[in-house]
């Protein structure tokens, strides 16, 4: 315990005095900037004129404005904040010789892996606890609406749900650095990863999905039932990526309105009665349970990379050399 | 421990895939000795340094250091052991005493009984001037003599230093092989060192033990040796003849 905690000190003091993390919080400064006065304005415009506007803070998160919502930029570039802070974790203590001298000292071997990861964890936090203040912050003179306790716990879950998702890249990135020594390996293996995971299944399950049930257009009317198995088929390929699992997560919690994650025609007939019945948000407890496999889901692969990486990293036999 | 001996090996046998690394090794060391460690490259020293610091598991056979199991209770060990493996390593954008002040809070140590001590052994590694400098910034000398303050700052009872003397110019093996004779006189710390210059060797080790394809062929006083294989009239004898003559026994 003590021995992670004196490694998660040291890596913290790594990162934040490291070039690498100056640029990337630059970056990401710069872009919640622009998102909160793209977004802010755009929203002005839009509101001008409304009586009584409901749950507006939180679209500050959700709206597009002119280019993309925070939302999506975190889905899009949260998985490369992960790889950036540990693909060399552990590598590079190798390469650096320092790796045996550290387990040389009374801590558990684990303690070394524990204490990278917290760290990881802890810039991650505190990166994403900024931009959502720096966001609200601007938001709030921009557009002049306060955000009730309900947008609050919205936030904060949306928040816990990112922490878990750039984790879980984070987790990947450092076994990825037990298994390659070589430094520019791990980083180039997570980001394949990365581009496999985020963009070539949100592609490659429509294929997919075609290949298990073809559709043409003049079956569909004849087999209605194959356009149910394709759509659903597409539907779970594309739930592989976290990518996905993160976006309709996170959008269903931060916008009350979504009150369902399937596509319109994989409702039931009961479902899509009460979508048209019922106009009003829906309540956050509601909003979780609708997401609850997902966060769940995202949550898991998170714990078993961090553990695949542990029991690697456990098993490994240290040389000096 | 009967006391006098502060490691004892028992058949320690280490195996990677087909190829035996250590084969049934029996080594006792005395408390306060300074125990040189030779045999060609590939031997299986490391390996057995390995072994007795519990960073590496024995496939058979065991071994106790200061009364404990490097394998069993392997954090026990590393509290009293400490180990300088070759080519050390430091944190590179850190200074000499911020790299010591990390290695002594991963072991525990407060940080008020941390600072004076750290100081102290700057100074006897003749490192107290340069103890603000980035260590990547160190020369090969300084960096072996700070690995050693660094092994120090547990106030171990023995030391592993494993080719403490590679590629150190002729007054930073004096200095170094000085350091390490005075660690023995002074604070009665028990050194096992391997190391492939002989002279250097036959000059600090009470006893020296030659390692050959796993195995130990030789272990004693240097004089006891010389006698074994020279005869009682051979008036002069240096490590160097002894363990060429082990090396060229063994090889055939």
């Known amino acids: ?321 | 421990m009967d006391g006098q001996h502060i490691i004892d090996c028992r058949e320690l046998t280490k195996i990677y895939g087909t190829q035996t690394a250590v084969d049934h090794l029996n080594l006792t060391i005395n408390q306060g000795e300074i125990f040189g460690f030779l045999g060609p490259n590939g031997a299986g020293k490391t390996t057995t340094l390995l072994m007795l610091i519990g960073l590496s598991e024995p496939s058979s056979g065991s071994a106790t250091v200061c009364g404990f199991n490097p394998t069993r209770e392997p954090l026990k060990v590393k509290r009293v052991v400490g180990y300088l493996p070759e080519n050390v390593g430091f944190y590179d954008d850190l200074n000499a005493s911020q790299n010591m002040h990390f290695v002594s809070r991963l072991n525990g140590i407060p940080e008020d009984i941390a600072l004076p001590r750290i100081t102290e052994l700057l100074s006897i590694v003749e490192l107290e001037t340069e103890k603000d400098k980035k260590v990547g910034n160190f020369s090969r000398g300084m960096r072996q003599r700070l690995g050693i303050a660094e092994v120090l700052v547990k106030e171990p009872q023995v030391v592993f230093l494993d080719e403490p003397t590679l590629g150190l110019d002729p007054d930073g093996t004096a200095r170094m092989l000085s350091l390490i004779s005075s660690l023995s006189r002074e604070k009665n710390i028990t050194v096992f060192f391997s190391s492939h210059l002989l002279d250097q060797v036959q000059k600090i080790s009470h006893r020296v033990g030659i390692m050959l394809k796993g195995g130990l062929v030789a272990c004693g006083k240097i004089d006891d040796l010389a006698k074994e294989k020279f005869g009682v009239d051979q008036e002069i004898h240096t490590l160097e003849g002894i363990y060429m003559k082990f090396f060229k026994e063994g090889s055939k």
């Not at chain 1, 919502?69 to 590598?91: E, H, R, Y």
């Not at chain 1, 990278?116 to 991650?124: E, P, R, S």
């Not at chain 1, 980083?187 to 990365?194: E, F, K, M, S």
């Not at chain 1, 539907?235 to 997560?249: H, K, Q």
């Open chain 1, 1 to 321: 315990m003590k021995g992670m905690l004196v490694i998660c000190r040291k890596e913290l003091a790594d990162h934040f005095s490291s070039t690498r993390f100056i640029l990337l919080f630059t970056v990401i400064f710069m872009v919640s900037l622009v998102t909160a006065y793209m977004v802010g304005t755009g929203l002005r415009e839009e509101l001008q004129g409304m009586t009584k506007p409901t749950l507006v803070f939180l679209l500050l998160f959700t709206s597009t404005g002119k280019l993309f919502s925070l939302i999506q930029f975190i889905a899009f570039f949260g998985p490369l904040i992960g790889i950036v802070l540990g693909f060399d974790a552990i590598n590079k203590e190798r390469s650096t010789r320092t790796l045996s001298k550290i387990i040389s000292q009374p801590i558990y071997r684990d303690a070394v892996i524990n204490g990278k990861f917290l760290a990881g964890v802890t810039i991650i936090t505190v990166m994403l606890v900024a931009i959502i203040l720096l966001i609200s912050g601007l938001g709030l003179t921009l557009i002049g609406v306060v955000p009730g306790p309900e947008e609050i716990g919205r936030l904060v879950i949306y928040l816990i749900i990112s922490i878990f998702y750039i984790s879980f890249w984070l987790g990947v990135s450092i076994l990825f650095s037990i298994l390659f020594r070589n430094i520019a390996t791990s980083a180039l293996a997570a980001v394949a990863c990365w581009i496999f995971f985020s963009f070539f299944i949100a592609i490659g399950s429509g294929i997919a999905a075609d290949m298990i049930a073809p559709i043409d257009q003049n079956s569909i009317a004849a087999n209605p039932e194959r356009l149910i198995q394709h759509e659903q088929a597409r539907n779970i390929l594309s739930l592989f990526s976290p990518m996905t699992l993160y976006s309709e997560g996170t959008t269903t919690i931060l916008d009350p309105m979504r009150k369902t994650t399937q596509t319109l025609l994989l409702m039931g007939p009961m479902e899509r009665l009460s979508l048209s019945r019922f106009q009003n948000p829906l309540p956050l407890l509601q909003s979780v349970y609708l997401v609850f496999p997902h966060i769940i889901s995202l949550i898991a692969i998170t714990m078993l990379f961090f553990a695949i990486s542990y029991i690697v990293f456990l098993r490994q036999e240290i040389r000096s050399t």
